[in-house]
């Protein structure tokens, strides 16, 4: 992990564009740009004040490149805490490629995955939870992942951190300091206090993990498996809840063989339906197959949506109800929602009749809805959205997303409480200062105070290139 050479890379995505930027950053990045940057006002990139930028030409002797803007940041008021030199310039790829195979040629590398923010991190500009936060940031594709990675980046969740850690850290001391003075039996680390905040620490502990229950699914989207038989119209409300032909139907049953997914964003929370092959006994060798991944599918399902044919809720009721508490038996923690569809021809007084028919689903829990003409599909949507505590989101509170992260509270928590028990059991100091010394290395894990290089290593591999 060098930091003694310059790095160059592509900073905005590959192939043609309006603009591209190229980020070079290094004890050099401002005397190789001079190099080859000729200011239209006849500036000298050194000479001038951090965060500013400059018009010009990168030339390669007496060929000239392209006609750039120069952005000049220096240390340590940067992005890395190094110079760092931005060059926008025409989106061309082969504009891109020549301007980056010049400062190549010149002593630049080509930048590892990250290691722009890595150098940022390394340098102090950024913890590593907030290092972290920058790649969740770009690969955030809903309003709710978008906020909360912000959230992180600006050191809401690492600063929650920091607090308990020195907090602990300072009682840790104190229970250090009684250790050399033992046989005079003094205390220094008041015992009160010191329960009071690992009860503090504890409950605080309990809110992070419980939080990433919420945090992982606003992450990753929520998966919905849409189950029934076949020819109910799973894929028109597929199609529905996306507005497009995303599943082929037909009036033929049986017509999906394979699971068919896609995602969408209810109010900031993405959601992944995923319409299956409808459920049936087949001799359909393909078909079987197909089913066989439906009940595959349910298993990875966060929630299960079992569309019915309205029309035979009466008829199918006895069979509704053994269909309905096999599911729920299966998977008890799954949220089942019931829908009855193809109401559109149905009369107010027959919709009436039906909500409260003897089908085996209880009024409360069943929807009514027409995937065809859309009826009914926002009211689903706002039952989904029941299901995602954003409570959180709303207060602007911390909500655990890394399941590093995650691991690392829970480790924190377990040595928490083997503190807490060995104040109930009144230990001594040297034993108490065990479990807290392991408490304050998991709490360092998060934020970076304790590090390796296969961890930086593995964290910053899963970033882009120009980040």
């Known amino acids: 992990m060098t930091q003694n050479d310059t790095i160059v890379a592509l900073a905005t995505a590959s192939g043609s564009g309006a603009i591209a930027v190229i980020r070079l950053s290094g004890k050099n990045a401002i005397s190789f740009c001079e190099k080859h940057f000729k200011s239209v006002s006849g500036k000298v990139l ?7 930028i400059h018009l010009g030409h ?10 750039v803007l120069v952005s000049v940041f220096k240390n340590p008021q940067s992005y890395t805490g190094e110079d760092v030199i931005e060059i926008s ?14 400062f190549l040629r010149k002593g630049c590398r080509i930048a590892n995955p990250g290691e722009f923010t890595l150098r940022a991190f390394l340098n102090g500009k950024l913890d590593l939870s907030q290092a972290e936060a920058v790649a969740d940031l770009i690969a955030s594709d809903s309003e709710a992942s978008h906020q909360i990675a912000m959230q992180q980046m600006r050191g809401g969740f690492s600063n929650e951190i920091k607090m308990l850690r020195d907090e602990l850290m300072n009682f840790a001391s104190l229970i250090e300091l009684e250790l050399d003075f033992a046989e005079e039996d003094v205390e220094f680390a008041n015992r009160n206090q010191f329960q009071d905040l690992i009860s503090r620490i504890t409950k605080v502990l309990k809110r992070l993990i419980d939080s990433f229950a919420v945090g992982n699914v606003i992450k990753n989207g929520i998966p919905i498996a849409i189950i029934g038989e076949p020819n109910v119209g799973k894929s028109t409300l597929l199609n529905a809840l996306l507005n497009e032909e995303k599943a082929i139907v037909s009036d033929i049953a049986g017509t999906t063989r394979d699971a068919i997914e896609d995602e969408m964003s209810i109010d900031g929370i993405n959601f992944r339906f995923i319409d299956t092959a ?11 197959i197909g089913i066989k991944k439906t009940f595959e599918k349910i298993d990875q399902a966060q929630v299960v949506v079992l569309l019915l044919d309205a029309k035979e809720l009466k008829v199918k009721s006895e069979k509704l109800k053994v269909d309905i508490a096999q599911i729920q038996n299966k998977y008890p923690q799954k949220p089942l929602i019931v ?44 039952k989904l959205l029941e299901f995602v505590n954003t409570g959180a989101l709303r207060n602007n509170d911390t909500i655990v997303t890394n399941s590093r992260h995650y691991d690392a509270l829970l480790k924190a928590l377990e ?14 100091g040297d034993l108490l200062a065990i479990d807290i010394r392991q408490a304050l290395y998991h709490f360092g894990e998060i934020t970076g105070e304790i590090t390796s290089d296969d961890l930086l290593g593995n964290i910053f591999a899963n970033f882009c290139i120009g980040k």
């Open 339 to 382: 829908i009855a569809n193809k109401v559109d021809t149905f009369s107010e007084s027959e919709k009436k009749e039906l909500s409260v028919s003897s089908s085996g689903v209880e009024k409360s829990n069943l929807l009514l809805i027409s995937a065809k003409t859309g009826q009914g599909v926002e009211e689903l949507k706002s």
């Open 89 to 102: 310039c025409h989106g061309s790829p082969y504009i891109q490629q020549e301007i980056i195979q010049l």
């Open 278 to 288: 409808g459920i049936r006994e087949t001799e359909d060798v393909v078909e079987n």
């Open 415 to 428: 040595e928490i409480v083997k503190v807490q028990e060995g104040i109930n059991a009144n230990l001594s």
């Open 58 to 67: 990168i030339v390669d002797g007496d060929r000239t490149i392209d006609e």
């Open 46 to 52: 050194s000479e001038e004040d951090t965060h500013t």
